[in-house]
């Protein structure tokens, strides 16, 4: 549905091709690409040390449904470098992956319920997909036709970074909690930084409960920081979901912890899990020479410092143009709001002016920027957006902002 422009209107572009930071599309247009694949592309398009590593991995099979020494060095490398993975399972998608760790947490806890937070997003299973009820603190209904009610009956939906509503939760009893799952920097419905202290005092509730916390990194994994969103914020959870960038642009994920829960799955434990393409050669291949260059390139301190700049130029831009508006950035994760700040949930992000975003994406696409289309999702950046990128994505945000401003007032 994003993809398809649903939230912005329009016809999308079809891409023939990027390179770095630049998309190409089949009528011969290019952008300066500030989706990145949803976030997977931390070194940009076709990143030679990554197509390589794919190209000579397919050349000696694209699959084999049995163990390779490369899945082993990866998982090697996930331990290595994400604070709370001592074991881990390889998977093919970030679904995949929440969906295993949800039935594992509960297969180890023996307790039904799930709780999540209102703007979070955890893949499309079918219990993930709730949405919240009228309460602040309610059972969750079916967010979506297909989804029955009793799927999503065992979920618990909470408002976002509410400490208080999560421990009164807790402390009502009645409500035999397996997991609470987050991500720690929501970016699906647009980034919502955590409120301090948050994190950490989740991390509390829930030890104190016997109940399992559990990381969606899919997003803020390698992204954020090498070790991901909890090594930024210095909070271990139980269980963390991977993806995106672990897989170097291929479909490669995986969830993992603490090696006393993860060793409840089989073939080693009673709790099944299974995929015929989990580890695939080729994906696995790509991952490595991500997280590779992960390891030789650190280039947190450089993303972050561009993401600095290119928001505060664009905040100048809105600002000038008189359009209210909150930037809310985590690193080099951010997302702009076309809504008087802050912006600190989900309720906040639903209420700012996505038809005035719209305006704004389309304005930026007719100067050859991609943005996420989309106000509810999280703007990306690479190592492969230099000087040159910045300033074409600054120059037509402030040709853009007059626009939308010029609209606005008409």
Known sequence: PVRAFGAVGGTPPFVVRGEGAVLHDADGRQYVDLVQSWGALLFG???????EAAREAAGRG?????????????????????PSVERVRLVSSGTEA?????RLARGVTGRPTVVKFDGCYHGHSDALLARSGSGMATFGIPGTPGVTAGAAADTIVLPWGDAATVEELFHSGGHPIACVILEPVPANIGVLPPPEGFLAALREITEDAGTLLVFDEVITGFRLTRGGAQERFGVRPDLTVLG??????????????????MDQLAPDGPIYQAGTLSGNPVAVAAGLAALELVDRLDPYEALDRTAASLTAALADALSGAGIPHAMNRVGSLFSVFFAEPPVPDADAARAADHRAYARFF???????VYLPPSGFEAWFLST??????????IEAGREAAKEVAATEGS
Do not use: N, W, Y
Request: glycine share 14%.
């Open 384 to 393: 492969a957006h230099g000087q040159d990128e910045v300033e074409r994505v």
């Open 62 to 82: 694209t699959s084999f449904g049995a163990p390779t020494e490369a899945e082993v060095e990866l998982a090697e490398r996930l331990v290595a470098m994400v």
């Open 244 to 261: 995106k960038v672990m897989g170097g642009g291929f479909p490669c994920a995986a969830f993992g912890g603490r090696a006393d829960v």
């Open 98 to 102: 929440a969906m295993g760790a949800i």
């Open 45 to 51: 398009h076709a990143r030679p040390e990554i197509v």
């Open 362 to 368: 389309h304005a930026m696409l007719e100067r050859g």
